[in-house]
């Protein structure tokens, strides 16, 4: 098993108050306090998982190593990142440990061949030759002036989680930590291994197409 | 200093180097002179921040039980251990 350095990110946030009161009942045993992080973290982890190994049964095998590790460091752990993360290494380290038994390559160590896309689509911009090349043929419409209950419905969310599910791994990798799970842009670079500029392309990319996704269907029907 | 102004198909490209704060001044401040002047890409950049903001409401479905079980069951054998 390994055990994840506690090491902080710049920026980082430290463990809360309530992380170290949940840590506190974890070391007591307390069932209660396990059944809120699963219910928290585990779907989460799997996906991130899965990220690092060949198949969805041998993700949720990793997230469940890693939940072993985290009761097993529980009592190592000091407060320098805060739990979330530091259980979210737990994962990365486990899923990576596995995927070179599986003799399978990390991703992210190469983002080459990555080819060039494009935020919105160019035949929304005016061509080349025009006297406003490069401008919107028709701008995009406010959304805020739509109901709330339209914007956060069902329909709407599962328009997104679709949207995520179809990204490039990477890219679903970075869209669901930063938006989704709310981790920082330090927190993330660390737990995907990857620098600043690359975090931020495939942020860029994923949040274009789950904005043009949401686009098709909130106007759809206006 | 006088940099060609930014086209709107450029600006798109640039919203996430915006919001995330990961931008010179020099172009910051050519972005925001277009903003001012563009409604299309004021939009634009409204529909993003939307996105971002409905992205951060979804929430996981619940553990299946068998999950569940398989985790609480090896909690507690951690546990046994323990004591």
Same mark, same amino acid.
């Given at each position: ?5 506690? $090491?902080?990110?710049?920026? !980082? ?25 699963? @219910? ?11 990220? #690092? ?18 009761? %097993? ?14 259980? #979210?290494?737990?994962?990365?380290? $486990? ?13 992210? !160590? ?23 090349? +490069? ?20 329909? $709407?969310? %599962? ?5 995520? @599910? ?7 990798? *970075?869209?669901?930590?930063? @938006?989704?799970?709310?981790? +920082? ?15 931020r392309v495939l942020l860029h990319r994923a949040r274009s197409k789950v904005r043009a996704a949401l686009e098709r269907y909130l106007e759809e029907d206006r | 200093m006088s940099e060609p102004e930014l086209t709107c198909r450029e600006l798109v490209e640039l919203v996430t180097d915006y919001l995330e704060g990961a931008m010179d001044d020099a172009t ?15 939009? #634009?950049?409204?529909?993003?921040? *939307? ?10 479905? @619940? ?12 909690? %507690? ?7």
């Amino acid at each position: 098993m390994p055990t994840p350095p506690e $090491t902080t990110p710049a920026q !980082a946030p430290r463990a809360s108050v309530e992380d170290m009161q949940l840590v506190r009942r974890l070391r007591d045993g307390d069932e209660s306090a396990f059944m809120e992080l699963i @219910d928290h973290y585990h779907q989460s982890l799997v996906r991130l998982a899965r990220r #690092y190994v060949s198949s969805q049964a041998v993700a949720e095998d990793v997230a469940q190593e890693a939940w072993v590790g985290v009761f %097993r460091g529980i009592d190592r752990f000091e407060g320098r990142s805060s739990l979330r993360t530091w259980i #979210y290494r737990i994962l990365t380290n $486990t899923a990576k440990t596995r995927a070179q038994r599986e003799a399978r390559s990390v991703p992210f !160590a190469s983002l080459g061949g990555d080819d060039e896309e494009a935020a919105v689509d160019a035949d929304r911009f005016r061509p080349a030759g025009d006297e406003w090349a +490069g401008h919107w043929v028709s701008f995009p419409n406010q959304w805020s002036d739509l109901p709330e209950q339209r914007l956060l419905g069902d329909e $709407t969310r %599962r328009v997104i989680e679709e949207a995520i @599910d179809r990204l490039p791994p990477n890219q679903a990798a *970075v869209i669901r930590l930063r @938006d989704v799970e709310g981790f +920082g842009s330090a927190e993330v670079r660390d737990l995907l291994d990857i620098g600043e500029a690359n975090e931020r392309v495939l942020l860029h990319r994923a949040r274009s197409k789950v904005r043009a996704a949401l686009e098709r269907y909130l106007e759809e029907d206006r | 200093m006088s940099e060609p102004e930014l086209t709107c198909r450029e600006l798109v490209e640039l919203v996430t180097d915006y919001l995330e704060g990961a931008m010179d001044d020099a172009t910051r401040v050519r972005v925001d002179q277009h903003l001012a002047g563009c409604p299309g890409c004021t939009a #634009y950049l409204d529909e993003m921040r *939307v996105t971002i903001r409905v992205t951060g409401t979804l929430t996981e479905r @619940d553990l299946s039980a068998p999950v569940r079980d398989s985790l609480l069951h090896a909690f %507690r054998g951690w546990r046994r251990g323990l004591t």
